[in-house]
């Protein structure tokens, strides 16, 4: 029985609320960086609205800092946030042709690594009003985190600062398990990755290139080796509504 798009929303919310919940706790220590760079706890919580990349909104509030060039901000954050080129190219291959443009761009502005990760998940095509019920619930969460970290979050023990930066990883680990349980083929990408990043961090070769370049590099050549090896069957594919 086909869903309602109530039912494809509710699903949305539920699949959003531990993406929320991890958003706030990472976001609080956003908050902190924020602080730091001299701003004020609403425009941190306006940068974390408009920009939905933790890596790419330390690097922005690092860079406010240091004083650094609007030039040399571009740079890093184009460098910092060009795996969501590679998530955008993915994720489009599960939209509809009968998706307006509005709910296209709806879905490319909340392409992160969980909200991807739940909607590459889906089965056949993308719902968008899937997006919007996890959306509603994910990005609250990284807005009001950010701003109450700026206001509170020098409050906190640095022990309690540290655990909550590092659970979004745990969060993340959440997304890939699931499927992993269930598919050799992906348990077996996501080790290989593992090993992968292990290797490009231990070669000298790789010493000169940054984190965010070996992780593009890394994606890209193991998943075009798995899209050739192991192709995904396309013939039976839901409609989006």
Known sequence: MKETKLQVYKRGIQDGIPIGLGYFAVAFTLGIAAKNAGMTAFQAMITSALLNASAGEFVGFTLIAANASYLEMIVMEAVANARY????????Q????????????????YVTDEI?????????????????GVASMAAPG????????????NILP??????????????FAAVFIPPAKT???????IGISFLCS?????????????????IILL????????AILFPVDTKEKGEAS
């Open 198 to 214: 292990f290797i490009s961090q231990k070669l000298s070769c790789f010493a000169g290139i940054s984190s965010g370049i070996k």
């Open 183 to 189: 598919n050799k083929v992906v348990a077996g990408l």
């Open 142 to 153: 990284w807005a009001f985190g950010t701003f109450l970290g700026v206001l509170f979050g």
């Open 116 to 132: 991807f990760g739940v909607e590459i998940a889906q089965d056949g095509y993308l719902n968008p009003i899937y997006t919007y």
């Open 219 to 226: 994606t890209v050549v193991i998943s075009l080796g798995a």
């Open 85 to 92: 080129l590679l998530m955008s190219c993915a994720l489009s």
């Open 158 to 171: 640095l022990r309690l600062s540290s655990a909550l930066s590092v659970a979004l990883y745990g969060m």
């Open 94 to 109: 599960k939209i509809s042709k009968e998706t307006s443009i509005w709910n296209r761009l709806f879905i490319g502005f």
